[in-house]
């Protein structure tokens, strides 16, 4: 009874000391969550936006706060931003994953040997749910609250200068009677991953449902990948959505005002994030 006691406590004070967004360290390219309309049934739109909350281990006590930031929601998966601190232990840090929706609703990934499982309250004002790994064996705990989202402030500008010239073929038609939902897809698109690498993609043109592209971008020396470009035709436009290949998957959607894009690179669950804007060729 008294571990039980001591237990409701911790969990009292972590709801009364619930860390906000400005705690963490995040990717510059954080941006709120699409509207609940936008994410699919009410029960799963619930899990969308901003959570925080402290790590709890009965053994050890209180450990790193969190944050848990469900940026999209798919038919089976969620695009997740973790990010956690704790300044007295020097550590901080964030990844973005792509994490499962269970029954519940609620969310479900792993990250090397550890497997995160949270479930929403019937409520929908907390998630609750644990860590923990099978070797060594450990589990840690947490409850996490709803907190309003504030994006990280710019710290570099853009990097989309440091791309090549466009290339002379990479030029842009739109039949004049393209409708706006296709038309505002076509142009020039540039900006930057939140792995630093820039990049542009050029939508020459959709006709029948299907765009011609042209992708580009720039070394990444730490990953040991080089310049790229590719040349696309027949890439599928379905519903507001633009995707190619496998291992990595590239998913583009534009926004209702046509000015940007926000681009999801992904490969074996791990995901980096860019939003493209438009820009005028020279």
């Keep these: 009874m008294a571990r039980l006691l001591g237990l409701l ?15 963490f360290t995040l990717p ?35 450990g790193y706060d969190a944050l848990l930031l469900v940026e999209s929601i798919d038919a089976d998966q969620a695009t997740v931003l973790y990010a956690w601190t704790n300044p007295g232990r020097g550590g901080d840090g964030w990844y973005r994953q792509k994490a499962r929706l269970l029954p519940g609703p609620g969310l479900e990934w792993t990250r090397g040997t550890w497997t995160f ?8 004002a907390r998630l609750a749910g644990t860590t923990e790994r099978a070797t060594p064996p450990d589990k840690a705990f947490i409850t996490m609250e709803r907190t309003p989202f504030a994006a990280p ?6 990097a989309s200068a440091a791309l090549p010239r466009l290339p002379a073929e990479a030029r842009i038609w739109a039949p004049a009677e393209l409708p706006r939902a ?14 630093g690498i ?20 720039r070394a990444d020396p730490q990953a040991g990948t080089v310049d790229g470009l590719r040349r696309l035709a027949d890439v599928n436009v379905p519903a507001g959505i633009l995707t190619w ?22 490969r074996d669950g791990d995901v980096s994030a860019a939003t493209l804007r438009k820009v005028v060729p020279e």
Aim: hydrophobic letters at 40%; glycine letters at 12%.
């Design 9 to 23: 406590g911790v969990v009292l004070l972590l709801t009364a000391c619930t860390p906000g967004m400005q705690r």
């Design 117 to 124: 499982r949270l479930h929403l309250d019937p409520d929908g």
């Design 28 to 62: 510059e390219n954080v941006a709120p969550p699409a509207p609940a309309a936008q994410q699919g049934p009410p029960a799963l739109a619930a899990l969308a936006g901003p959570w925080t909350g402290t790590w709890f281990t009965p053994d050890w006590g209180l």
């Design 198 to 217: 820039p990049c542009r993609l050029v939508v020459q043109g959709i006709a029948d449902g299907k765009a011609k592209i042209v992708y580009e971008w």
């Design 182 to 195: 296709a038309a505002r897809w076509v142009g020039i698109w540039e900006g930057t991953w939140d792995s």
């Design 245 to 266: 290949g496998q291992a990595p998957t590239l998913t583009f959607r534009v926004s209702a005002d046509g000015r940007t894009l926000r681009g999801e690179w992904e």
């Design 153 to 158: 402030p710019p710290k570099q500008p853009p």
